[in-house]
């Protein structure tokens, strides 16, 4: 299939339970258990534990329903707000906010934090607390100058960002756009957490593809400090995953500051 003929999540919207069912499910021929879930959780585990992130307001802007990239957050901020692009997404993550028959589980992802963290005791809790730190779950609109027009947004300590940058993104100049405007979400001196998949040109959602922009780790390197950042961590890891549902190569953790 012509990648122009790929559709593109935040225009045409995608089906965002077999998303979860495709990528953060613990079915069987889940394939990307090392790459999708330990990754981002182990590193935002280790980040957050340094101790030097935290603050009142963190903001979420993540590819699709996924919750288990905030469980180490909600340890450290008073409230997390989320922005998702389409109404699906909010319908999927506020049935699992709301505890409501059919939510997706996320109990896997749970006691895979408890054993990165080493702290099973609080295996219980977690979901609990995460659930609590979420007073939002809001649409966005990527391209109005004010995000979630009419409401205005408290400037955040950090915003998370996971795979969303690499699905909205035409080329080069979009994803700088973008960057620009998620950075302008922070207060000076917040932090920007992204993770992202290099090398990556389309992604499957049952019978869909979908487009995603294809960009190397020097990349997004050069794109944090041209828009002022300090990069404090970049980790990249290599592929695991034996699937055909998507194509990138390598996995990219990068925590900067302004």
Partial sequence: MDSSTHKRYHVHGMDSRQHLEHYASDKPDMAFEEDALKFPIENLAKTFAKGHIRGDVLIDL?????????????????????????????????????????????????????????????????????????????????????????????????????????????????????????????????????????????YTVGNDKFHAFRYDEDFARKALVGEGFVIDDCKVKKRTAVSDLIDYKALTFIAAHK
């Fill in 62 to 202: 993540t590819l699709g329903s996924m919750i288990h990239p905030l469980y180490a957050a909600c340890e450290f901020f008073k409230h997390i707000i989320v922005l998702k692009v389409s109404d699906q997404c909010i319908m999927e993550m506020k049935r699992w906010l709301d505890s409501r028959t059919g939510a997706f589980n996320w109990e896997h992802t749970t006691k895979l934090h408890a054993e990165i963290e080493g702290n099973s005791d609080e295996l219980q809790d977690k979901e609990g607390k995460v659930r609590s730190a979420i007073p939002h779950v809001m649409k966005c609109d990527l391209e109005k100058e004010n995000m979630t027009d009419p409401i205005v947004l408290p400037p955040a300590d950090c915003i998370i960002s996971a795979w969303l940058l690499d699905v909205i993104s035409k080329d080069q100049d979009d994803y700088i756009r973008y960057l620009r405007k998620i950075s302008g979400l922070l207060k000076p001196g917040g932090h920007l957490i992204i993770i992202g998949s290099l090398d990556m040109t389309y």
